[in-house]
């Protein structure tokens, strides 16, 4: 079992920056990919940021390359969600997930989640 626990989450306005961080615990941190979904209200889940094991493979859905940033310091346990310049579209309830395995951008290739914590962009 793999513990995933986000924080970071709030209120910013268009254009500002949020660093969220996704605590794990449970497993060997380091054999397991990473990666970010959101998913706002009366939407899907989509998927935002992946990252590999050892940190060298990232992937991004388009709509956030430039903007954010998937970092991940497996002495801490930790993977890391940079945004920057935040549009009002951003705002959603951001999840991390865990798995082993390489990465990809697909929910269902991830089987530990976390509880998620809110973004919201203001206009």
């Known amino acids: 079992q793999v513990q995933l626990v986000e924080s970071g989450g709030g209120l910013v306005q268009a254009g500002g920056s949020l660093r969220l961080s996704c605590a794990a615990s449970?497993?060997?941190?380091?054999?397991?990919?990473m990666a970010w979904f959101r998913q706002a209200p009366g939407k899907e889940r989509e998927s935002v940021a992946a990252i590999s094991w050892s940190g060298r493979i990232t992937y991004y859905v388009d709509s956030v390359k430039g903007r954010f940033t998937i970092s991940r310091d497996n002495a801490k346990n930790t993977v890391y969600l940079q945004m920057n310049n935040l549009k009002p579209d951003d705002t959603a309830v951001y999840y991390c997930?865990?798995?082993?395995?390489?990465?990809?951008?697909?929910?269902?290739?991830?089987?530990?989640w976390g509880q998620g914590t809110q973004v919201t962009v203001s206009s």
């Open positions: 449970g497993r060997t941190f380091n054999d397991y990919r």
């Open positions: 997930a865990a798995a082993r395995g390489m990465p990809t951008l697909r929910p269902g290739d991830y089987n530990y």
